[in-house]
């Protein structure tokens, strides 16, 4: 049985954020003359200062930090709305709410709370999770970057790739793997500090950025520890369930917001005779694209309810609701840009962005071969 309360508070906080965007990021997005390919760090201030005042503030983090502590099915459908606007899905309300707080940073200690987690949120930051390397191919068993013990301290060596949200985060988390006395190596997280790094930015299609670091003998405190060791993998995991989740709903909101810019072009324009809307072919383009995003939203959130609730399967139910929710969106997008011909690759319209990002959307966070593997690996 629902909570009837919780119901009716979601939907005021998604009137909110739906208001937030129409009023306060699509004026910022739409410059005088043209439409911005990024916000300013002026421009994000501004919005972070009137996104505290409608009660959005750090929308990842918990309350005892001083964030909205928002469960992972309401962040979702919030993000779903905070993604439809031309930066939304990377940029969700222009990075308004803050950045991002992984779940595993429950484990952090008071004094690794009060240095690094609330400074953050207090700047509109978040984190930032280096886990990937780029030759294991999503694969978390396959990770090389090692850490051995010198006193009270690690010291770190190997590299990570294809780390996002840097630029919205002021300390961020690496997975490496640990050895100890006995030679055997296990996986454990520690905080680093942003300025400890050397980061290396490749931007993607022009549109979207991601970052790398090489460690040379990096060296931090036990202190800086998040959990045991042995446990970073597990804690990992969690965290990239949850990233599935959102990336699938900001995935969803884009391409909802893509289909209207359709629906209206389709009604608008005139060929033969007729709106684009009264033929076949079109009202069939636009009807499964309705009905695909409206399956893909309900994957979303049944993935996001069994990871709360730690039901069986709950890893590949993320795994599965990133997987049709990015391909959704990818095909939605393109068939909005196939029905608006040439124009759709105007820079003035949002779909030429979307439509780009989408296909960087679908390589993150555990490709589409690697998911079809897992599925079959529990079906067969």
């Keep these: 049985m629902p909570n009837t309360i919780v119901d009716i508070e979601l939907e005021i906080l998604k009137k909110t954020v739906q208001s937030f965007i129409k009023e306060h990021v699509l004026p910022a997005e739409h410059a005088p003359e043209k439409y911005v390919k990024e916000l300013s760090e002026e421009v994000v201030a501004r919005l972070q200062t009137e996104a505290k005042k409608a009660g959005l503030q750090a929308l990842h983090a918990k309350q005892e930090w001083g964030g909205t502590g928002l469960s992972l099915s309401a962040r979702a459908v919030l993000l779903e709305e905070a993604a439809k606007h031309r930066l939304g899905l990377y940029h969700p309300a222009g990075d308004a709410f803050g950045g991002d707080f992984p779940s595993f940073l429950d484990k952090c200690s008071q004094e690794q709370i009060d240095k690094y987690i609330k400074p953050a949120i207090s700047l509109g930051k978040g984190c930032f999770v280096a886990v990937w390397e780029e030759q294991e191919d999503n694969h978390l068993d396959s990770l090389t970057t090692t850490a051995i013990k010198d006193g009270t301290e690690w010291i770190i060596n190997g590299h990570k790739a294809f780390i996002q949200n840097m630029a919205q985060s002021s300390f961020g988390v690496i997975l490496v793997n640990c050895q100890l006395e006995n030679g055997d190596y296990q996986p454990a997280l520690f905080l680093l500090e942003t300025n400890q790094l050397s980061v290396k930015e490749t931007v993607l299609i022009d549109v979207q950025s991601t970052h790398s670091i090489v460690l040379e003998n990096i060296r931090v ?157 529990i079906i067969l």
């Design 221 to 377: 405190n036990d202190c800086q520890r998040v959990g045991a060791i042995g446990e970073g993998k597990v804690l990992v995991q969690h965290w990239l369930a949850e990233a599935q989740v959102l990336l699938g709903a900001k995935s969803i909101g884009v391409a909802t917001k893509a289909l209207e810019f359709g629906k209206q072009y389709a009604i608008l324009r005139i060929t033969r005779g007729k709106p684009l809307s009264e033929f076949p072919t079109i009202r069939t383009m636009l009807a499964k694209s309705y009905l695909n995003l409206q399956a893909a939203r309900l994957m979303v959130s049944d993935a996001a309810k069994k990871i709360e609730s730690k039901e069986q399967n709950w890893q590949l139910a993320a795994q599965m609701a990133k997987l049709q929710a990015t391909e959704t969106a990818s095909k939605v997008i393109d068939d909005i840009v196939q029905i608006h011909g040439g124009s759709g690759f105007a820079g003035d319209l949002p779909i030429e962005r979307w439509y780009k990002e989408i296909r960087i959307a679908r390589v993150n966070l555990q490709k589409a071969e690697s998911i079809m593997e897992n599925i079959a690996y």
